[in-house]
């Protein structure tokens, strides 16, 4: 793992949420889709509730459709959802949401494919990247285990969603915490971590 000389420490202040190509015809395709569609949804509503910036992409949406529509229903109105085919979340649309922000929490598809693409791109642009692994997946896996490999080497931080939310929040002094709070009162879905990590 790349050494780091400070902790990354995520608040809404200085973060931002990226949603990665949850799409429909995905939806067969991915290993427990539906289960990471519900822990990014629950991402996102922490999003929505603190005011943090949000930015959805589509990959190819011609041929691929939208954004799942139950991740559509918990965005903010002014949220973008941005097509694109480059591989990497950071095409120039997205360029204005980066400016004040130091961390970037990532949820999506596929981990070793966009997922990887646009973690790369936003460390060598100087942002702490957290992957929340519980929202990330690929068709299989294998690369789903070894992006995660990838991704952590490069100097990304791997997280739950767990992790995540109540790291924005701080403490139960938040004024927000109890609207948070409602949304983990379950605990996440099984995402298939624990099989993966025996590969």
């Known amino acids: 793992m790349a050494a780091r000389k400070f902790i990354a420490r995520i608040n809404p202040s200085n973060s931002a949420l990226f949603v990665c190509d949850l799409q429909e015809k995905f939806a067969s395709n991915i290993k427990y889709f539906p289960e990471i569609v519900t822990t990014s949804r629950r ?75 646009t973690t790369y791109d936003l460390l060598e642009r100087g942002h702490n990247v957290h992957v929340v692994v519980d929202a990330v997946s690929s068709r299989s896996h294998t690369d789903r285990h070894f992006a995660f490999k990838q991704m952590e080497q490069a100097g990304a931080i791997l997280t739950t969603s767990e992790a995540a939310i109540l790291g924005l929040v701080g403490g139960s002094d938040h004024p927000k915490f109890k609207e948070v709070q409602k949304l983990i009162m379950t605990s996440a879905p099984d995402t298939g971590l624990v099989v993966s990590s025996k590969l």
């Open 43 to 117: 991402l996102i509503d922490t999003a929505r509730i603190l005011s943090i910036p949000t930015v959805v992409t589509e990959q190819y949406p011609k041929g691929l459709g939208h954004t799942v529509p139950i991740l559509k229903e918990g965005l903010a109105d002014n949220t973008p959802i941005h097509d694109k085919t480059k591989f990497s979340m950071c095409i120039p649309p997205v360029e204005d949401t980066l400016k004040n922000v130091q961390n970037v929490i990532l949820v999506g598809i596929e981990a070793h494919v966009c997922v990887l693409q």
